[in-house]
């Protein structure tokens, strides 16, 4: 299984999967390690990222999940994933891009088994607040409302564990590995 632990920007995306990584010994694949120069540039600046600059990340976080996903191990990659064709190009690939929408603005089938989005939800001022507090990263606070105002939560059918971000890392840490006990045990 890979679990894709996406949100917005300073959610607590690396800290959760620092945690999990270590505590179950699986790999964590940081999504801010994908971005090309350009990005992170741009990202600095200010300046938030369009759609065709986040493809080639998506692309190449596409790539790591096959890799993880071909090896037959379980994996974290830690990526936004703030629209639902993202979570599709991380999932298909360039298929996503090339698939026709349907009348109901289906791209792709929702979501693989073998895939789990983990999704940090929760309040702007807390997520702000931890923003603004971080030091170091190239993500401008000021660019956290672009990420809320783009921001298409994932559907039940995109297989899917909402986190309420609000809790503590270990709080969470148990939620992610009771769920993912209760589906290995369906399986």
Same mark, same amino acid.
């Given at each position: ?7 917005? *920007? &300073? $959610? ?7 945690? #999990? ?6 790999? +964590?694949?940081? /999504? ?38 071909? *090896? &037959? $191990? ?7 994933? #703030? ?6 190009? +991380?999932?298909? /690939? ?49 660019? #956290? ?43």
């Amino acid at each position: 299984m890979i679990y894709v632990i996406m949100g917005v *920007s &300073g $959610c607590g995306k690396s800290t959760l999967g620092a945690f #999990l990584s270590e505590k179950l010994g699986l790999p +964590l694949h940081e /999504g801010d390690h994908f971005h090309p120069q350009a990005n992170i540039e741009k990202m600095a600046r200010g300046e938030p990222l369009t759609d065709q600059d986040r493809l080639p990340w998506l692309l190449k976080l596409h790539e790591v999940i096959e890799r993880e996903r071909g *090896s &037959g $191990c379980d994996a974290f990659v830690a990526c936004s994933a #703030l629209k639902r064709l993202y979570r599709q190009i +991380l999932l298909y /690939g360039s298929k996503a891009l090339d698939s026709p929408n349907s009348r109901d603005g289906e791209v792709l089938p929702p979501s693989p088994p073998h895939v789990l989005f983990l999704f940090l939800h929760g309040d702007y001022d807390l997520v702000q607040r931890r923003v603004a507090a971080r030091r170091g990263h190239y993500m401008k606070a000021e660019l #956290l409302r672009s990420q809320f105002d783009v921001l298409e939560p994932p559907s039940d059918e995109e297989n899917v564990l909402p986190l309420d971000l609000s809790r503590s890392v270990s709080d969470l840490a148990t939620e992610v590995q009771e769920h993912v006990a209760r589906l290995k045990s369906l399986t």
